[in-house]
């Protein structure tokens, strides 16, 4: 099983940048697809961009598609979310998963880790 911490979260202006880590225990994490899913208040959890398991293919949300950027790190067991022109309503509690598969985004092993919280003021 794969164990997940989210970071690198914090209060941006709109247009502003941040960049969240998912920091991975275990062996078994270039085993996995890995995703970004996020939060809103009053909102269920949606899909943000998934990355596959060690050939570089993602894809985006079309709400995030040219800002976001995913990428992952096997050798360090860590996954980013570079985000940029970030705007009031990317404001969530942003988390990661492991993944069944690329094209299945639902979490691997059934459990959330606590996230990271992005607040994006106008």
């Known amino acids: 099983q794969v164990q997940l911490v989210e970071s690198g979260g914090g209060l941006v202006q709109a247009g502003g940048s941040l960049r969240l880590s998912c920091a991975a225990s275990?062996?078994?994490?270039?085993?996995?697809?890995m995703g970004w899913f996020r939060q809103a208040p009053g909102k269920e959890r949606e899909f943000v961009a998934v990355?596959?398991?060690?050939?570089?293919?993602?894809y985006y949300a079309e709400s995030v598609k040219g800002r976001f950027t995913i990428s992952r790190d096997n050798a360090k067991n860590t996954m980013y979310l570079q985000m940029n022109s970030l705007k009031p309503e990317d404001t969530a509690v942003y988390y990661c998963n492991a993944l069944r598969g690329y094209t299945d985004l639902r979490p691997a092993f059934g459990s959330w880790g606590q996230g990271t919280q992005v607040t994006v003021s106008s």
């Open positions: 990355i596959s398991r060690n050939d570089g293919s993602f």
């Open positions: 275990g062996r078994a994490f270039s085993s996995y697809a």
